[in-house]
């Protein structure tokens, strides 16, 4: 158990449909992260947050947004979905900058029909 | 931009024999760090070995090994004495040492590998 908990574990909705993972990281961690992971793709960093404020920005499609609340857990918010947007979402979480361990939960796969 | 090769989208080793997967990187950066995170059926991404660009020493961690030839760009696992447990998706992936790149995790497609009894 890496001590990031993402929920749900998985979600079917429909295209256009608005729909919200939650990632909360290990006690004492001030950074997440949120990753893709889909069959064509393969894995891709979307963005990063610490302590509250963004502070990397990859391949994040305009319809996604994240934030990060003072209790420190995040939100992935993916919007107008499409059936390209299936695919298993990622959380981490690392104490500091990113460049040591990052800590991945489980994922929530998401099904976009 | 970095992109990360691995050539080998399959393998496969018999248990408590050794197998070594294969990585390529392609980066104009002088400083970065190179890691091989595991993917088991669990889904869940496992770090296995991190290592710093600047340090010449491979990173050793238990049974697991890379050879690191940065003038190749190359990044390698090796893995003795393999054990069942270690069937999984291997991948092995890039991060850039600058504020705007924390982490930033650039990933290769991905190695199977299988461990046979």
């Known amino acids: 158990d890496s001590g990031v908990t993402q929920t749900p574990k998985h979600l079917i909705t429909a295209t256009g449909q608005r729909v919200t993972l939650r990632c909360s990281p290990r006690?004492?961690?001030?950074?997440v992260y949120w990753y893709q992971q889909s069959l064509d793709q393969g894995l891709q960093f979307l963005i990063q947050?610490?302590?509250?404020?963004?502070?990397a920005k990859g391949n994040i499609l305009e319809r996604f947004s994240a934030q990060q609340f003072p209790d420190l857990h995040s939100e992935l918010n993916l919007s107008s979905l499409e059936l390209g947007d299936s695919a298993l979402y990622f959380c981490?979480?690392?104490?500091?900058?990113?460049?040591?361990?990052?800590?991945f939960g489980s994922g929530t796969q998401l099904s976009v029909l | 931009a970095q992109t990360v090769t691995q050539s080998q989208p399959e393998m496969s080793v018999q248990e408590a024999e050794t197998v070594t997967l294969s990585c390529t990187y392609d980066?104009?950066?002088?400083?970065?760090?190179l890691f091989w995170y595991k993917q088991p059926p669990s889904r869940q991404m496992i770090l296995v070995i991190r290592?710093?660009?600047?340090?010449?020493q491979n990173a050793t961690e238990n049974r697991f090994s890379v050879n690191f030839q940065k003038a190749a760009k190359s990044f390698s696992l090796k893995i003795s004495d393999s054990q069942l447990g270690d069937t999984a998706m291997y991948f092995c992936?890039?991060?850039?040492?600058?504020?705007?790149?924390?982490?930033?995790?650039?990933f290769g497609k991905g190695t199977k590998l299988s461990v046979k009894p």
């Open positions: 981490a979480s690392s104490a500091g900058r990113g460049y040591e361990k990052l800590f």
């Open positions: 006690s004492g961690d001030l950074s």
């Open positions: 947050y610490y302590n509250g404020e963004e502070r």
């Open positions: 980066t104009s950066e002088s400083n970065y760090y």
């Open positions: 290592q710093e660009a600047y340090k010449q």
């Open positions: 992936a890039f991060m850039k040492e600058d504020g705007g790149s924390q982490g930033n995790l650039i």
